[in-house]
């Protein structure tokens, strides 16, 4: 048997998040078009009949501009140290930047084997990967080097060999029904995001955050009632959110629900208020309520 941890690493927008979501079976992490979707580590469990692969999604390595960002690169770059396997995703779709570059650098610094997974091979032509996969196996000895899609699934199931052949020989490191250990609390708050994300498009910047204030969730509850604020840098953003008549925020409500209800199996009540809470990407105390904890943090 084999088991053991798997990092996803990236820039933002790679598609690592998809990717975690196609493999588990479930939808762990939230994905959108914006950059810094992901903001915190996320595990994913998946068995096979040869072993067990506990996957952690992290947040994309940018160059941090608030406390936020400062954080998301913390926990991106700790996972790289807590891993047996790395894997690199990289967007194929876009041209190599300083961002690709830096993350090379840091695959130098740590002995853990590395596989590249060249995601999003469906919008490109065959042709162009033949140098971009040359360029990357002179840039790092990965052990292997995978174009996959994780979109529609290309190379996916090649990936997942993979991963079983680098871990160690070892026991399951987690019950066979367990799958993630996201708080309920974290995941709701992360789909309402996700909604504020994909409904108000351009017009919103992704400096925006939502937290539960309030959760029941009861075993045998016939109905889930949540308690959510979502909070904005600038009153002018404010009524982005509400929309005209309240019409946007219950867009975003009823869509959340729905992804909600699926999740728990039962109906939800869910109250979403909108606050506006200036730098609050600097905030430390909000951080922590957003379960955004780097290496300064327990």
Same mark, same amino acid.
């Given at each position: 048997m084999k088991s053991g941890f798997v990092a996803l690493l990236g820039r933002p927008n790679a598609g690592k998040s998809t990717l975690l979501n196609r493999i588990v079976g479930h939808k762990l992490a939230i994905v959108s078009d &914006?950059?810094?979707?992901?903001?915190?580590?996320?595990?994913? $469990? &998946?068995n096979y009949p040869e072993g067990q692969v506990v996957f952690v999604d992290t947040p994309g390595v940018h160059r941090p501009t608030h406390r936020m960002n400062v954080r998301m690169v913390d926990v991106a770059l700790e996972a790289m140290r807590d891993v047996d396997l790395l894997?690199? $995703? $990289?967007? $194929?779709s876009v041209a190599p930047g300083p961002g690709d570059r830096y993350l090379l650098a840091l695959l130098q610094d740590v002995t853990t084997p590395a596989i590249l997974a060249l995601n999003k091979v469906d919008l490109v032509a065959k042709p162009r990967l033949l140098p971009m996969i040359d360029r990357y196996r002179r840039a790092h000895s990965f052990v292997e080097i995978v174009p996959i899609s994780a979109t529609d699934g290309t190379n996916v199931d090649v990936l997942e060999t993979l991963f079983l052949r680098y871990l160690p020989e070892g026991e399951p490191l987690y019950p066979p029904d367990f799958v993630t250990d996201q708080p309920e609390r974290l995941f709701v708050a992360e789909i309402v995001r996700e909604q504020v994300l994909q409904l108000t498009h351009d017009e919103l910047p992704f400096s925006t955050a939502a937290i539960v204030d309030r959760l029941e969730a009861p075993a045998d509850a016939a109905v889930v009632n949540a308690y959510c604020t979502i909070f904005v840098d600038r009153e002018s953003q404010k009524p982005i959110v509400v929309g005209k008549g309240g019409a946007?925020?219950? &867009?975003?409500g009823t869509a959340a629900r729905a992804a909600l209800e699926e999740y728990f199996g039962s109906r939800v009540y869910l109250d979403l208020h909108v606050k506006v809470r200036s730098e609050w990407r600097d905030d430390e105390r909000l951080l922590d309520e957003l379960g955004l904890r780097g290496r300064d943090r327990s």
């Amino acid at each position: 048997m084999k088991s053991g941890f798997v990092a996803l690493l990236g820039r933002p927008n790679a598609g690592k998040s998809t990717l975690l979501n196609r493999i588990v079976g479930h939808k762990l992490a939230i994905v959108s078009d &914006k950059p810094q979707t992901t903001r915190t580590r996320i595990v994913g $469990v &998946k068995n096979y009949p040869e072993g067990q692969v506990v996957f952690v999604d992290t947040p994309g390595v940018h160059r941090p501009t608030h406390r936020m960002n400062v954080r998301m690169v913390d926990v991106a770059l700790e996972a790289m140290r807590d891993v047996d396997l790395l894997t690199l $995703v $990289v967007d $194929v779709s876009v041209a190599p930047g300083p961002g690709d570059r830096y993350l090379l650098a840091l695959l130098q610094d740590v002995t853990t084997p590395a596989i590249l997974a060249l995601n999003k091979v469906d919008l490109v032509a065959k042709p162009r990967l033949l140098p971009m996969i040359d360029r990357y196996r002179r840039a790092h000895s990965f052990v292997e080097i995978v174009p996959i899609s994780a979109t529609d699934g290309t190379n996916v199931d090649v990936l997942e060999t993979l991963f079983l052949r680098y871990l160690p020989e070892g026991e399951p490191l987690y019950p066979p029904d367990f799958v993630t250990d996201q708080p309920e609390r974290l995941f709701v708050a992360e789909i309402v995001r996700e909604q504020v994300l994909q409904l108000t498009h351009d017009e919103l910047p992704f400096s925006t955050a939502a937290i539960v204030d309030r959760l029941e969730a009861p075993a045998d509850a016939a109905v889930v009632n949540a308690y959510c604020t979502i909070f904005v840098d600038r009153e002018s953003q404010k009524p982005i959110v509400v929309g005209k008549g309240g019409a946007m925020i219950k &867009k975003i409500g009823t869509a959340a629900r729905a992804a909600l209800e699926e999740y728990f199996g039962s109906r939800v009540y869910l109250d979403l208020h909108v606050k506006v809470r200036s730098e609050w990407r600097d905030d430390e105390r909000l951080l922590d309520e957003l379960g955004l904890r780097g290496r300064d943090r327990s």
